[in-house]
Each structure stands twice: as structure tokens, then as C-alpha cells.
């Protein structure tokens, strides 16, 4: 736009309007506003409407900076800690609808964060919340005065293919074996599954080990408490 050709007013006019219109979240329209406004506000010869035109460009410059700020230190935050948030935040819609509809009771459950990995019959991962029947493995998951335990069959997997870690809060089963068939096909069978670890657990003590008949055995003492000595 050839602001020379319009006059003061129009100019004026123009520049409050994307400046209150950075305020409708969309803070682009103050980058436009100073980009286009800054030599009319700074470098021009004063007349009556430069000193209102130079208010508008100062605040849309610096709506502009808090906006920056506060998106730069929002993906900062998330970049640092998404691994941390684990299932608070996954979900996966289905690639296709099915004709009943999307599933919501099996996408639903992730989205609260506080309950422990099973919702119902359903126990959910990064992917899709889908029956325990339908995954590559069944778990068993266990926390009492002696211990935390997870028992997870995976007899499809060799020693070599399972992965155990902890991430944040969450103990993360991963699985991978790839089966070559005649030709040039490969089949992958694979998991990821992961399981809340209760306050208490000592984390530091975590073992795992497979059974021979193909059972994937994790667990974790609970954290030692001292007991105050009695003075006599």
C-alpha cells in the first residue's frame, strides 16, 4: 500500500484500526502496523495526526514483543517437559471414522489426567484407546506395602527387542521385532505401553527381567521409611 497517496486522516484512521485489531488475537496485524507506520510515526515532517499515528505504532510494537515472548516461552516450557506430561496430553484420533461414530469413551480417558492408565476394560498408550484384548500383550499391575509390580506377557518378543525407562512419573514398556516373509515383505509387530509409577515407589531400585515362558517381570521396592526412636 502507497500510504503517500492517502491522506492524514485516512492514515490515522487505518492505523488505529490493525492496531485494535491485534487485540482480536491477531498480533500479526500490529507487525503490519509497524512495519507500515513506523516512517510516517518517525521519519516524516510533523503534522496533526503523527503524534496519534506514533502512540498506535509504539503499542502495536510492543504488543507484538509480548506476544513473542510469551509464545517463545510457552514452547520453551512445552519442549522441556513433554516428555515429563507423558499420556496427560496423547491421544490419537482414528485415521477413519467409523459409521457409529469416533469411539469417545476410548478417546476420552486420556484427556484426564490424574486417573491411573486403566479407564474401565480400557487401558490406553500414545496410540488409539483400545480393549486390552486388541494390544500385542496383556499387563498385570500391582502396588501394595512390598512393592510395585507390572507383569507384562510379551513371549511374541525376544529379551533383546523389550526397553525399559522411566519417565517422569510413568514406567514405559517398548517393544519391536520385525519377522522377514518370503520376498521383499517384512512384518513389524511392536508395543508402548506405560504405567503411572504410585508416590512411594522407589524409582532408583527398578528392575526387570523375562521369564522363560515369555513374561516381562518390572518392579520396585517402596521407598524405606526411618521410625522415630523412642527415648526412654
Known sequence: MNLERLPNEEKLSLCRKYYLGGFAFLPFLWLVNVVWFFKEAFMKPVYSEQLQIKTYVKRSALGLLLWVTVLTTWITIFQRFRAEWGEKMDFVLPTSVPAGGIPWQKVLPPLIPRLNGTYGQYNWSPSLLMPETDHTSSAEVNCDDSGFTVQV????????????????????????????????????????????????????????????????????????????????
Do not use: W
Not at 173 to 199: L, S, W
Open 153 to 232: 506377557d510379551v513371549k511374541h518378543f525376544k529379551p533383546e527387542d523389550l526397553m525399559v525407562k522411566v519417565i517422569g512419573d510413568f514406567v514405559e514398556v517398548q517393544g519391536k521385532h520385525e519377522e522377514k516373509k518370503d520376498g521383499a515383505g517384512v512384518t513389524t509387530r511392536q508395543f508402548n505401553r506405560r504405567y503411572r509409577i504410585p508416590k512411594g515407589v522407589d524409582t532408583m531400585a527398578l528392575e526387570s527381567a523375562v521369564s522363560p515362558d515369555g513374561i516381562l517381570f518390572i518392579s520396585a521396592p517402596m521407598l524405606q521409611t526411618e521410625c522415630p526412636r523412642v527415648l526412654t
